[in-house]
């Protein structure tokens, strides 16, 4: 019992706890006053101190789900064999931990985890020459980043703060979402160095709740901020009075779920395009689902190798960019980027409401189902998915689009490391940009309009 007390304390203090503790906690059939229950408490805090230690969140996920499953079958299970399974989980993680430590080693995978798709290079599709979006009165620059678990904390992500603010300061946006922010005021402190480093006053920022579904545990729910610049663009209010609008609407997803929603609502505002007071915009940023083993205690099951929440995500967001369009008066312009997590080749299936697939709402994609635009970050180097998408409806011209080769920020010589150099946040491993506290697991998007 004092095991069992000490661990449902841990549940209750303010850490991210594995889910498999929680488990534990309500065990009714542990061993009692036994040599293997000594060992089985044993190894349990041993595999929660080792799964704490990965820093790669999605990995982290895994194991703790592999855990989940191990406790799952105590019931059934001798527990002597419980034992092996977490032993060989145990080993499992130490070869993840050693490899993250020896970038050079090998490890082999354990079969019941999905392995990570085979690392593409980066895009061989290059960027045409900065047309000076800030300047250039017909253009504008749009983008979006997943900036993995953005916090701002001063003791953890201050030289993460500055990589970022330091690209998007290069990049010279006029538009830009950011999702998996966590906490709002890195966002603010993030705007006020971006302004320093351009020597102005020339970006302001929207941010939304920190919203999650309705079903969702709390740790899915995030805010989505949206830089712009404050020459071009102007935020004005939709017909409902609102600047800013998040969608929590419930919806039928046809696979038995009749009170559907997004596991974070996708966020959305309309703009005046100052430079030409009658055109009126609006941008739709959104972090759907996560990928991996399905939620199956809120009913998710897997579809053609994803999960069926982000599925349901992306077969539903025409619907929803139809809702922001009605809600700015069907001025058009829409625009959609984020983080789908939809795999290479599920496109089809998905987002079959765009006009490539066969729809007739009037969106078309910037960039194609192809490795060569994927933007997750493999732990292995290179590129995993085309996870991020970037949709859009509008006369506009698109004129440039790219995937942003994120690790010339870790090669010597290249101007942007010179850049991190002189600020003194350097990269010198590749492999660890994808690390929460150093930059991210996801490169940023860019497409670039001429305005009509």
């Excluded at 004129?399 to 150099?421: C, H, M, R, W």
């Excluded at 003194?424 to 309009?449: C, M, P, W």
Aim: charge should be positive; proline fraction near 5%; include cysteine.
């Amino acid at each position: 019992m004092k095991s069992k007390r000490n661990i449902l304390l841990l549940v209750t203090t303010p850490l991210v706890i594995p889910s498999f503790l929680i488990a534990a906690s309500c065990e009714t059939n542990a061993p009692k006053n036994t040599q293997n229950e000594e060992k089985y408490n044993a190894k349990l805090s041993e595999l929660m101190n080792n799964i704490k230690k990965i820093e790669d969140k999605d990995i982290q996920d895994q194991f703790n789900n592999e855990a989940l499953s191990i406790i799952e079958s105590k019931k059934t299970d001798p527990k002597i064999k419980i034992l092996e399974r977490i032993e060989a989980l145990l080993t499992e993680i130490n070869k993840k931990l050693q490899g993250n430590n020896n970038p050079g080693g090998n490890s082999n995978p354990n079969p019941s985890i999905t392995p990570e798709p085979t690392p593409t290079p980066q895009p061989s599709v290059s960027p045409k020459p900065n047309p000076g979006s800030n300047s250039n009165s017909s253009t504008f620059k749009w983008g979006h980043w997943n900036i993995l678990n953005f916090t701002g904390n001063e003791s953890k992500q201050k030289d993460k703060a500055k990589r970022i603010s330091l690209l998007i300061s290069e990049e010279k946006f006029d538009v830009l979402g950011l999702t998996e922010v966590v906490e709002e005021n890195g966002i603010k402190k993030l705007v006020e160095d971006i302004n320093k480093l351009t020597n102005s006053n020339l970006y302001s920022y929207t941010i939304s709740g920190k919203e999650k579904g309705d079903k969702f545990n709390a740790g899915s729910a995030e805010y989505v901020a949206i830089l712009y610049n404050k020459n071009k663009f102007e935020p004005i209010q939709f017909n409902n009075g609102q600047v800013g609008y998040s969608y929590k609407d419930k919806f039928n997803d046809n696979l038995g779920d009749s009170a559907a929603q997004y596991a974070r609502p996708p966020y959305g505002v309309q703009f005046k395009y100052k430079l030409k007071p009658n055109t009126k915009m609006t941008f739709v940023f959104d972090h759907f689902d996560g990928p991996g083993k399905p939620k199956k205690d809120l009913g998710e099951k897997m579809i053609d190798g994803i999960g069926s929440f982000e599925y349901r995500e992306a077969k539903h967001l025409g619907n929803v960019l139809q809702k922001f369009d009605s809600l700015g008066n069907n001025a058009g312009n829409i625009f959609f980027a984020g983080d789908t997590n939809i795999k290479t080749g599920r496109e089809k299936k998905t987002f079959d409401w765009l006009d490539k697939y066969g729809g007739n709402l009037g969106y078309k994609s910037v960039f194609e189902d192809d490795k060569k635009y994927s933007s997750s970050l493999s732990t292995r180097g290179g590129f995993a998915n085309p996870y991020d998408k970037m949709f859009y409806k509008t006369d506009f011209k698109l004129t440039n689009s790219f995937i942003f080769d994120i690790y010339k920020v870790a090669k010597q010589g290249d101007p942007l490391y010179e850049l991190f150099k002189k600020h003194g946040v350097t990269i010198q491993d590749g492999k660890k940009i994808r690390n929460q506290n150093i930059l991210s697991d996801h490169t940023y998007t860019v497409a670039e309009f001429q305005v009509q």
